[in-house]
């Protein structure tokens, strides 16, 4: 079963963990509050930036891991229990996913359901096929599951994070989905090129692009003489393809990707319906 945790303090409260109540059968509560998380844990300066350039819109709530959780993907914790710290105002660590997050935030935490999920600011891109592994797009992923407007920023960069370009967009953006909403199951994916603000050409609706990746696994041997391995760390290459989030990127433009959560490969029914399968 998914959801069920505890829910949080009274509104402008720190809180602790002890005193969050039971969310009771049929809880509800008006849409009011902005809910902030992130895959790279609650001391991103990505997060922090993010916080700032919302702050002015509404009541902001973070509920975020309580360390680095990239690449966990769309993983939900159901082995062991889930342990929830204050880390200020409004705002609570959760030691598990990004999705335990989002979901111990909507269905108990907050005591009220959110009007928007923001998931952020990454240090990194969210591009292509990487976003089936990134923690950062699953946090909106859980959020529209969820039925809540969700949005996941990234800023392209790999060594040299300047979060001011990101942030202000992500105020522009969230105030205009605040406003008009977005298509139903649909979250956005916005990624932001790693250039000045001056230097940003535009923006642009995009679709997923398609990477290609590397073999890149590195063999080690530890003082014991096994072997361990590190996945990936090879270079970053993709289909030069119009329309996609990585050629808009590359233009200098902000990709926004609408993403939508049924993953049915329409094109292949009619196909696959040909195929001679029977239950006999």
Request: overall charge negative; some cysteine.
């Amino acid at each position: 079963m998914r959801g069920g945790a505890c829910a949080g303090p009274e509104p402008g409260g720190e809180g602790t963990a002890a005193d969050l109540p039971r969310p009771r059968a049929g809880w509800y509560v008006p849409d009011v509050a902005i809910l902030l998380c992130n895959d790279d844990g609650i001391s991103s300066e990505g997060l922090a930036a993010l916080r700032d350039a919302l702050a002015p819109l509404d009541e902001l709530w973070v509920v975020a891991p309580d360390r680095d959780q990239s690449a966990i993907s769309h993983a939900l914790t159901l082995q062991r229990p889930l342990r929830i710290e204050p880390a200020g105002v409004r705002a609570f660590t959760v030691d598990g996913t990004p999705t335990d997050c989002v979901n111990l935030a909507i269905n108990g935490i907050l005591p009220e359901r959110p009007r928007l999920v923001v998931s952020g600011i990454n240090r990194g891109a969210n591009l292509g096929d990487d976003i089936t592994y990134s923690g950062t797009v699953s946090a909106a992923m859980e959020g529209t599951l969820l039925g809540v407007p969700s949005i996941a920023l990234s800023l392209v960069a790999v060594e040299r994070f300047d979060f001011g370009a990101a942030a202000a967009f992500a105020h522009q953006l969230a105030s205009v989905v605040l406003r008009d909403g977005l298509p139903a199951d649909t979250f956005l994916n916005v990624n932001v090129p790693d250039v000045p603000a001056g230097d940003i050409k535009g923006v642009a609706l995009t679709r997923q692009g398609k990477r290609r990746y590397s073999d890149a696994i590195v063999e080690k041997v530890d003082p014991r003489g096994k072997k361990y391995y590190w996945i990936g760390g090879g270079p970053m290459d993709f289909v030069d393809a119009e329309g996609t989030d990585f050629s808009a990127v590359g233009r200098g433009l902000i990709s926004i990707t609408p993403l939508h959560l049924d993953l049915t490969n329409y094109a292949s029914l009619e196909r696959l319906a040909q195929l001679p399968l029977t239950w006999s």
